[in-house]
């Protein structure tokens, strides 16, 4: 079992950038591929990008492309999103999760049903 915490979230101006981190507890962040996912009031939880357990495989939602960067450090159990440009439809709560699984494609990835374990999210706001 892991335990996921998120930090970094704030306010911040539009074209501006934060970075969120997922800090794993418990089983090493290595054993789990993991997704960032974010949900604004009123709409469902989306997915926004995703990495592999070795770092090899990235996904990214197309509205973030060119502006996020996920990463990960699994010396640190750390998990990163990068964000670049904010503007205020990147509002919403951030959740990071994890996922045992085996796969790694797209379509599973992208999925918050494929993930195990998910943190309390962190709450990111753009100011237009």
């Known amino acids: 079992q892991v335990q996921l915490v998120e930090s970094g979230g704030g306010l911040v101006q539009a074209g501006g950038s934060l970075r969120l981190s997922c800090a794993a507890s418990g089983r090493t962040s290595s054993s789990y591929h993991m997704g960032w996912f974010r949900q604004a009031p009123g709409k469902e939880r989306e997915f926004v990008a995703a990495?592999?357990?070795?770092?090899?495989?990235?996904y990214y939602t197309n509205s973030v492309k060119g502006r996020f960067t996920i990463s990960r450090d699994n010396a640190k159990n750390t998990v990163y999103l990068l964000m670049n440009s904010l503007n205020a439809e990147d509002t919403a709560v951030y959740y990071c999760a994890g996922t045992t699984s085996w796969g790694t494609t797209y379509s599973f990835l992208s999925l918050p049903r494929s993930y195990n374990y998910w943190g309390q999210g962190t709450q990111v706001t753009v100011s237009s």
């Open positions: 990495i592999s357990r070795s770092a090899g495989v990235t």
